[in-house]
């Protein structure tokens, strides 16, 4: 107890001054509720902030702030409109009551007096008669006065009564049989009141539609008249008005352009586009109407036959476009010098009519059906003016040598191309569809197998024409392994080969690996029993080709294009080049790795390689400086020099041509002069690669390094003058795009560096600025750790405080519960009370009712 005054004294000394002030002094706290925070030893200058505490009043304060604030928001949760007291100094600490009253009150007859318009000056004014305002008495109008001396003053007219109402004089009136007859016109439903409203609206319609036509009518004709005899009038006009007259500005550019906006032609809406489904529907049911029609004629049938109806002839008719429905003159003609007359001439001739007829039928088709792009509409109209113009031209033919035409329409329709295909179900089946046929029927063929297996008309055609594009590709391919290859063909089947891979790109893409991964393992297989692998067939080098059309090639990852790259560089790494035949297959490879890589640029080595080989074997001298060849190719042996060319009569004879393909597909030289200008023609693709290569590669920091081996062997075939000139061209012209490319890549050099100094044996001066725990550090270490105990600090208070708040809560959200529950028992107490005063009475009632 000896300590405890001390520490009251201690919490009165800062409560001292509150009283000096003015303030209310403190009451002397209660001894229990301060606590005294004592320090393990005292530090002299350090002021002791929290040595004293009072946790309950504290905590009362705490309660009360959290009742004015977060009580109030709890309470307030659910409500959305906010009560606001807008009076003045309402929320003021410094006026009393009184003063608020009196300046309320101030502003309150202010606010009355004031006018609300400067210029009004009896706004505030009210005149009055008899009491009553006179703005009140303007609005009613004379009182009838119904006691006067005339009798008509004021009654009021039938139509009024009647009117307001309702009449009163049928009652006493009877009514006339011509005015029952009109009452009972008159009692009509709705909807006929309704249809007849919508009648006369039309009829006032249509009468305005027509007044404003004929004003329009009456309008243009007096423009006309006025257009015909305003020339009179400008030139029966005196002189000296037209002097008078001022100058019309001429229209401004913003003007004229107003003018023309208004009198430009407006877009006129279009039919709807149709879909693919709709499309492919009707070019089948086009191509089943002429394949109906093509089958009719094979047959010999008229087109009318049986369907064929008389025309109806109205009573009117003059019969003026008679014509003759058969010919029955007889051709007359001699056989071994004697007069014949044939008697099947009428047949002849009904059969010419009637193809005449089918010829107009085909040429009086849909013109949209006929300008189709893709229905080879050429072919079709080619076919059908050879059909129609037989019949012209028959008369003018010996009458010996001329078949009938039925027989001739009907042997033209035999070798005509159905319309209509079934999709094929094996490969040998397209293949007995497309061979023994031209190019162009080719093309129709498989265009008309498509268009009638589309997948929208029925549901197993997808998986028909996924079975196609498998066929096509191994058709594709034995026409390259034909010899000679049939390279136009190929190049027009590509075309359905992209429109079947849009349509399925997934099986498309099986396809094409299925047919990649069999040249990998026989190329593979070749390696492991030769050690060496052969340059493929045409076939393969053409499947490379197309999988870079049907697929995009500049994809980082692609399942189709990226396994087709390795193919390729495989070929160009593990095949020998041992002919002439190899060179070429080669360059084709190399041709083809460059369409690969053109829009990704990235850089391929193998590809480089084989054409540094190939310059190689076109050089004339095997010096070896400034290059190193790689396998597949080899600095000596009978293969070094294969494309190297002595003879100068061929090289002064040989024209730069493109390098046919047949060269690849094992086509042989018949002379020596051929072997060489094809030679020559190999180095000149080659050198048109190089440049490519150099183009493409030209932005890569390890350019030259790369194209150093190249310019070697370029200077070197420079340097023999034996080359045609063209060559010697095209190599100045690459070594020239080499040169004029700049450098991007620096050689690598030591970071130059200060030298090292001498240790020297200089004691290390080590400020120290706090003893403990920041012992050593700078001063922004120690910001930095002020910072960061601040934070824990603040960030403890505030988790401590948001736990304090939950549980002020969680006590409201108790006595609330509290609360309901004590009000229901209370009022379950209530009801069992008034339930048992009930049932007491009844019970006494009822037993008064047995006493008696």
């Not at 309320?104 to 606010?111: D, I, K, M, N, P």
């Not at 509290?818 to 107490?829: F, P, T, Y």
Request: overall charge neutral; some cysteine; proline content about 5%.
């Amino acid at each position: 107890m000896g300590k405890a005054t001390p520490a009251a004294a201690r919490w009165k000394g800062p409560g001292a001054p509150a009283g000096a002030q003015g303030g209310r002094a403190k009451p002397n706290p209660n001894p229990f509720e301060v606590k005294v925070n004592r320090q393990k030893f005292p530090v002299l200058g350090r002021k002791a902030r929290h040595a004293v505490g009072q946790p309950g009043v504290s905590r009362a304060r705490a309660v009360q702030k959290r009742t004015q604030t977060l009580l109030k928001e709890y309470k307030e949760r659910d409500k959305s409109n906010v009560f606001t007291d807008k009076r003045f100094g309402e929320y003021s600490s410094n006026m009393s009551p009184e003063e608020k009253m009196v300046k309320r009150f101030a502003l309150e007859q202010q606010r009355q007096h004031e006018k609300r318009s400067i210029y009004n000056l009896n706004e505030g004014e009210e005149l009055t008669h008899y009491g009553r305002s006179l703005a009140d008495v303007e609005k009613h109008d004379d009182i009838v006065d119904s006691d006067s001396d005339t009798e008509e003053r004021g009654t009021l007219s039938a139509e009024l009564t009647a009117a307001h109402f309702g009449g009163g004089g049928g009652l006493l009136h009877k009514k006339t049989p011509q005015q029952q007859g009109e009452e009972g016109e008159k009692l009509r439903s709705r909807r006929e009141l309704i249809e007849e409203l919508i009648a006369k609206s039309k009829q006032e319609k249509r009468e305005r539609q027509a007044q404003r036509e004929g004003a329009l009518e009456l309008t243009e004709k007096l423009d006309q008249d006025w257009k015909e005899i305003q020339t009179l009038l400008t030139h029966r006009a005196p002189k000296s008005e037209n002097r008078d007259k001022k100058e019309q500005p001429k229209p401004d550019a913003y003007d004229v352009m107003v003018r023309e906006l208004g009198f430009e032609m407006k877009a006129q809406p279009s039919n709807r586009m149709k879909t693919a489904e709709e499309l492919a529907k009707e070019e089948q049911e086009r191509l089943q109407k002429l394949e109906a029609e093509r089958q009719r004629r094979m047959r010999g049938e008229d087109e009318g036959g049986d369907t064929r109806k008389p025309k109806h002839l109205s009573a009117d008719d003059l019969n003026d476009g008679f014509v003759l429905d058969k010919d029955d003159r007889r051709l007359l003609s001699y056989t071994d010098g004697k007069m014949s007359i044939g008697e099947d001439q009428s047949g002849e001739a009904s059969d010419g009519e009637s193809e005449e007829e089918q010829g107009e039928d085909l040429s009086e088709e849909d013109p949209e059906d006929s300008s189709d792009p893709d229905g080879h509409s050429d072919l079709e109209s080619d076919m059908e003016s050879e059909d129609c113009g037989r019949p012209d031209r028959e008369p003018r033919q010996a009458p010996g040598k001329r078949m009938t035409s039925g027989h001739r329409a009907r042997g033209a329709t035999r070798t005509e191309l159905p319309y209509t295909f079934a999709a094929p179900e094996s490969y040998e089946e397209l293949k007995s569809l497309l061979s023994a046929k031209t190019m162009e029927e080719q093309l129709v063929v498989v265009e008309r197998i498509q268009t009638c297996n589309h997948p929208s008309l029925a549901v197993g055609n997808k998986a028909k024409l996924e079975k196609l594009f498998g066929f096509l590709l191994e058709y594709i391919g034995d026409l390259a392994t034909d010899d000679p290859p049939d390279l136009r063909v190929i190049d027009k089947l590509v075309v359905q080969l992209y429109n079947l891979c849009q349509m399925f790109p997934d099986s498309a893409s099986n396809s094409i690996k299925f047919v990649l991964r069999d040249a990998m393992h026989e190329m593979e297989g070749s390696v492991e029993a030769r050690g060496r692998a052969a340059f493929p067939g045409l076939d393969v080098l053409i499947y490379l080709k197309i999988a870079g059309l049907l697929f995009p090639a500049s994809d980082l990852r692609h399942p189709v294009v990226t396994p087709a790259l390795v193919c390729m560089s495989q070929l160009l790494t593990k095949c020998p080049v041992l002919s002439l035949q190899d060179v070429v297959k080669g360059l084709f490879v190399c041709s083809v790795f460059l369409d690969y890589v053109s829009l990704s640029r990235r850089f391929i080595p193998e590809l480089i390689n084989f054409l540094l080989g190939t310059l190689y074997l076109a050089a004339p001298s095997k010096h070896g400086q400034g290059y190193t060849l790689v396998h597949p190719f080899r600095a000596s042996g009978k293969n070094s020099e294969l494309l190297l060319v002595s003879d100068e009569a061929d090289t002064a004879t040989w024209q730069r041509r493109g390098l046919s393909l047949r060269w690849a597909g094992g086509l042989k030289a018949q002379t020596k002069t051929e072997a060489n200008h094809t030679r020559l023609s190999c180095l000149a693709v080659c050198l048109a690669l190089v440049k490519h290569c150099v183009l493409l590669y030209s932005s890569l920091p390890s350019f030259h390094d790369i194209v150093r081996p190249l310019g070697a062997l370029l200077t070197e075939h420079l340097a023999d003058r034996r080359h045609p000139p063209e060559l010697q061209e095209l190599c100045r012209s690459t070594l020239a795009d080499m040169e004029k490319q700049e450098r991007r890549c620096r050689p690598l050099i030591c970071e130059k560096s200060k030298p090292v100094p001498l240790k020297l044996f200089t004691p290390r001066l080590v400020r120290v600025l706090e003893f403990g725990r920041k012992q050593g550090s700078s001063k922004e270490e120690q910001e930095r750790k002020r910072l960061i105990h601040k934070h824990k600090r603040e960030f403890k208070g505030a988790v401590r405080e948001i736990r304090r708040d939950n549980q002020f809560l969680a006590r409201m959200q108790l006595s609330e519960t509290l609360e309901r529950d004590a009000e229901r028992k209370r009022k379950v107490k209530q009801l069992f009370n008034s339930l048992a005063t009930q049932e007491g009475e009844w019970k006494a009632l009822k037993r008064k009712k047995f006493k008696k």
